[in-house]
RNA sequence: GCACGGAUAGCUCAGUGGUAGAGCGGCUCGCUUACACCGAGUUGGUCGGGGGUUCGAAUCCCUCUCCGUGUACCA
């Protein structure tokens, strides 16, 4: 067995390994080794944007798929984790058109001209596409990279093209002139789904206009927006309010522009709440989502006094034109004030509608645009109500039932040149949508390009060759083994954008829904609960950090704070944690190979002889277990159990808690230092049998932990031999391929002669230890002492020397008529009182106040449940269970309280 | 406005009717031959407020407060 280094140096290991998995090809999926026995697993990732790098949202979401992917390995399915990238369009081409105007390329992206702009784009991608990959390696991602997609590979392509070809021809794609979100930074149209309503403190202004009729009547409007009256074109009233109903049909006059101040008719609109501001609506059509229904329903004219990036035009007059919005509206409320119509000013606070990505105010605006009637509703919503689809946590199922419902047409094109080119000609009147641009001369094509959630939601099987020809799709052996897919992990901030849009293009494509269960990460936060953002600069770099600590330390801090449902409380402690925790394993593992060494009896490194089958038990002699043996395996018994039911829930954190419970304290804190009791004596076999013990228990967390921290388990795996003698596809070339643990079922307990009961054995034992130490604690004794234990029962010579050990008792005398001189430390234990006998060095009266106050506590709670019992309302009343459990420790602080009030009297004497 | 989630020890969270828990931190000891990235011990809570149901409530019901998320055409 080679010799583990003696530390542990995780930047090399990790490195090391990654490239291993690699070149032996273990994270490439074989469609053709897929049958009943060996069932399918697949997870697509959530395609990150290409031109991205890692953050902790990334570290989150792909840990957990890499755990879901690396325990089904070993759970020996046949994985697919197929990996890609998004080509983001806005946000890429925001981004490439900033640099190339700072390096002072371009002013404009005109200057470029669409071709070339993007050529530049993808010289970008190739440049900076592979950054966020390479730290998904980093990280430890067993993606099948062989497979790796991008949303603008000419295949996928293909897809966008073919499915919207197919929609158009449905009649589900239609282009119209229509109300969209604008953005004017991007300058161009965005879905509902991409406006975030932000609450803004701004100001109502109430101004005056002169109702042309009757020039003696005023009317007051109120609005938040005087830079839109230029492109007023009537004011609403409610027909149903008293007070302005008999205005309707006559004018007002419009008080800007100034060179132009026209007068616009007074409508009757139901959408005019009289409650709100002055019951007098002015009506902007071109600028405002409901006066543009208004101006529809009362046939206005649409003046639209705004350029696309939101500067004022020369509709809105001499005195706006050119000014930014803003700054257009503290002008339009000066020409008011110098009109002498500007009645006050109050704060208002309101929704305002911003970009997503460009973190800008969006202006509704009239354009032609394309838009979709979403596919395929009623299967999307039927399969998650059903259950037959299932979101973890659940609540979100709700959440997007309430979206399906409400649903409005998804406007799809995009006015950038980054994205997949509408395929729609046009040539005078005719228009035609194909796949490929048509036969004959003098067609043009329509110059959007489509949102790129538009190509994202074909993702889960777009990536596995789709082609929409049903013959070759059959034919097609990944579609075929790996669709639909297993499990999706992503953050319910894409919930609509991403999430139930692929839903209903499994459906419409591959009338299949295209995953089973959906796992909704939380948020990552920083201690302070501020979600992380580049402007707050409170988002860690996860590669400094895996610099700093490993990458499985990363992982498994990540995972250990990240309950089901809930956001994320990042705090760098817990990558320290796991760094810690990397560290405390493998020490563990060093231990276990020092004492072979020194070990008498050749035993394999894994316990196990030649050409034995994997399963260790048959090392472990039944007869030579001891109690702290059997407790282990009770233990290792319970943990392999929570683990794989916390994975089966997606319970990560609950998982990564019991391990670390597990490993740390029960494993390491008593059953190793309960083995040295064995380890360091002279009984051979006994010696032989407990490192059997301990290499069943090391190869089974090792298995265990795997999937939370792939590099040291397999570094471990190889270095303590556990590989060795194994079958090259189940543990032989790697740890993510041996079988993952069970529990030892009843058979198997049996044949260790392991009984329930024998936990609370050693749990006695151990709990002895805790008072005993407690006591040398209380009197300050950091050096080794004798001890006494006074037993209640005869106790083994091995289970003596245990407890020797543990309590670090140089000597234990077990003497079952110990007559303690009086003063002498002493706790009541399981087994038995400990005594720590000081001769004389102890102060009676110190003594006698720690004896008292275990009484008082005693009597406390005797007091306690004494009343309880003897109160008819309660035992008349109470299930027998409870009552039998009251009885029993009303016994319990009896039997204690007595023994502590003779201690007291001895004390006292 | 409506819907959903959350409020338990200094911090992060378990705990869905029967003696309030864990990890981390804090404090006190200790370099005991795997590990000081460690070990031992110990300190922390009228379970957000108020009502109610019950023999018994962190847990069930009502109500309020605060935080978060989603959603809604109020200029």
């Excluded at 009547?217 to 009233?237: C, Q």
């Excluded at 944690?577 to 190979?593: D, E, I, P, S, Y």
């Excluded at 009791?677 to 069943?696: C, H, M, P, W, Y």
Aim: glycine share 6%; proline share 6%.
């Amino acid at each position: 067995m080679p010799e583990l280094e003696k530390t542990y140096t995780p930047a090399e290991v990790e490195a090391r390994w990654y490239q291993r998995w690699l070149d032996d090809k273990c994270f490439e999926a074989d469609p053709s080794r897929v049958s009943e026995k060996r069932p399918a697993y697949s997870i697509v990732i959530p395609p990150p944007n290409v031109t991205g790098v890692l953050h902790m949202g990334h570290v989150l979401n792909n840990t957990i798929q890499d755990i879901l992917s690396r325990r089904a390995r070993m759970q020996g399915k046949e994985v697919l984790w197929l990996p890609g990238t998004d080509h983001a369009g806005i946000a890429t081409q925001n981004v490439v058109e900033k640099t190339l105007k700072k390096q002072g390329v371009i002013k404009h992206r005109d200057d470029l001209g669409r071709e070339k702009l993007v050529e530049k784009i993808w010289e970008w991608k190739d440049k900076h596409g592979d950054i966020i990959i390479d730290q998904l390696k980093k990280l430890g991602a067993s993606c099948d990279w062989s497979r790796q997609r991008f949303t603008f590979d000419d295949d996928y392509n293909a897809c966008v093209m073919r499915v919207f070809v197919d929609l158009y021809k449905k009649g589900l794609i239609y282009r119209g002139r229509r109300m969209v979100n604008w953005c004017p930074s991007s300058l161009t149209a965005l879905s509902d789904e991409e406006v975030i309503p932000t609450p803004q403190k701004g100001f109502m202004y109430h101004f005056k206009v002169q109702v042309v009729e009757e020039p003696d009547t005023w009317l007051e409007i109120a609005t938040t927006r005087p830079e839109t009256i230029p492109g007023d074109t009537a004011v609403a009233v409610n027909p149903k309010d008293e007070r302005y109903a008999h205005l309707i049909g006559k004018h007002i006059k419009r008080p800007l522009p100034l060179e132009n101040q026209a007068p616009i008719p007074i409508v009757g609109d139901d959408h005019v709440d009289f409650e709100f501001g002055t019951g007098v609506l002015k009506v902007t059509p071109a600028h405002d989502k409901a006066d543009f229904e208004i101006g529809q329903r009362h046939n206005l004219e649409i003046i639209d006094v705004l350029h696309p990036n939101a500067i004022l035009n020369e509709l809105a007059g001499k005195d706006l034109a050119g000014l930014e919005r803003f700054e257009g509206r503290k002008k339009a409320v000066e020409l008011l004030t110098e009109l002498g119509v500007m009645v006050k000013e109050e704060p208002h606070q309101n929704n305002v509608g911003y970009s997503e990505r460009a973190g800008v105010p969006i202006e509704p605006r009239l354009s032609e645009q394309w838009f979709l009637k979403y596919p395929s509703i009623k299967e999307s919503q039927d399969v998650v109500a059903k259950g037959e689809m299932k979101f973890y946590p659940d609540r979100w199922a709700k959440v997007y039932d309430h979206w399906l419902t409400g649903i409005q047409d998804w406007c799809i094109s995009r006015q950038v040149w980054w994205g997949h080119r509408i395929p729609v000609w046009y040539r005078g009147e005719e228009t035609y949508c194909g796949t490929s641009a048509p036969e004959g001369e003098g067609w043009t094509q329509d110059p959007d390009v489509l949102d790129t959630w538009f190509s994202s939601w074909l993702w889960p099987f777009a990536t596995m060759g789709w082609t929409g020809d049903k013959e070759k799709d059959s034919a097609n052996p990944t579609l075929k083994a790996f669709y639909p897919t297993t499990d999706l992990v992503t953050g319910p901030d894409i919930i609509f954008f991403w999430v139930a849009r692929m839903i209903m293009a499994g459906f419409e494509w591959m009338s299949e829904l295209p995953f089973k269960n959906v796992y909704y990460t939380g948020i990552i936060r920083d201690k302070q609960g501020r979600k992380m953002s580049k402007s707050l600069g409170n988002s860690p770099d996860p590669l400094d950090l895996i610099t700093k600590y490993s990458a499985d330390a990363l992982r498994f801090g990540i995972m250990r704070s990240a309950p089901l449902g809930q956001d994320i409380r990042y705090d760098e402690q817990n990558v320290e944690l796991g760094r810690n925790f990397c560290t405390k394993l493998w020490n563990a593992a060093r231990f276990r190979q020092m004492q072979s060494s020194t070990g008498f009896q050749p035993v394999s490194p894994d316990g196990r002889v030649e050409n034995s089958s994997y399963i260790t038990e048959a090392e472990i002699s039944p007869t030579l277990l001891s109690s702290d043996d059997k407790w282990i395996l009770l233990r290792l018994n319970t943990a392999i159990a929570e683990v794989s039911a916390a994975l089966e829930e997606y319970r990560f954190s609950d998982a990564t808690a019991t391990l670390y419970r597990f490993f740390w304290s029960e494993y390491c804190d008593w059953y190793i230092e309960a083995s040295k009791a064995v380890l360091q004596g002279s009984d051979e076999k006994r010696k032989a049998n407990t490192l059997a013990v301990i290499d069943f228990v090391l190869s089974h967390t090792l298995r265990l932990f795997h999937p939370f921290l792939p590099f040291i388990t397999e570094e471990l795996w190889h270095g303590m031999g556990f590989n060795a003698d194994l079958p090259e596809n189940q543990g032989g070339k790697s740890i993510m391929f041996a079988p993952w643990p069970k529990p030892l079922d009843a058979d198997e307990l049996a044949h260790f002669g392991i009984l329930p009961e024998d936990e609370a054995t050693a749990n006695q034992k151990y709990e002895t230890v805790n008072l005993g130490r407690g006591l040398k604690s209380t009197f300050n004794i950091n050096k080794k002492v004798r001890f006494v234990l006074k037993p209640n029962q005869e106790l083994p010579g091995h289970e003596i020397e245990v407890i020797r050990i543990l309590l670090n008792a140089e000597p234990l005398d077990v003497d079952a008529s110990f007559a303690p001189t009086k003063g002498t430390p002493s706790a009541l234990t399981p087994l038995g009182t400990v005594f720590l006998p000081l001769d004389g060095l102890i102060d009676v009266e110190a003594e006698r106040a720690r004896v008292g106050k275990d009484l008082a506590k005693a009597e406390s709670e005797l007091e306690k449940v004494t009343a309880k019992l003897a109160d008819e309302n309660f035992t008349s009343k109470v299930p027998q269970k409870v009552l039998d459990e009251h009885q029993q420790r009303l016994t319990d602080w009896q039997e204690k309280s007595a023994k502590l009030k003779e201690m007291l009297a001895a004390l006292s004497a």
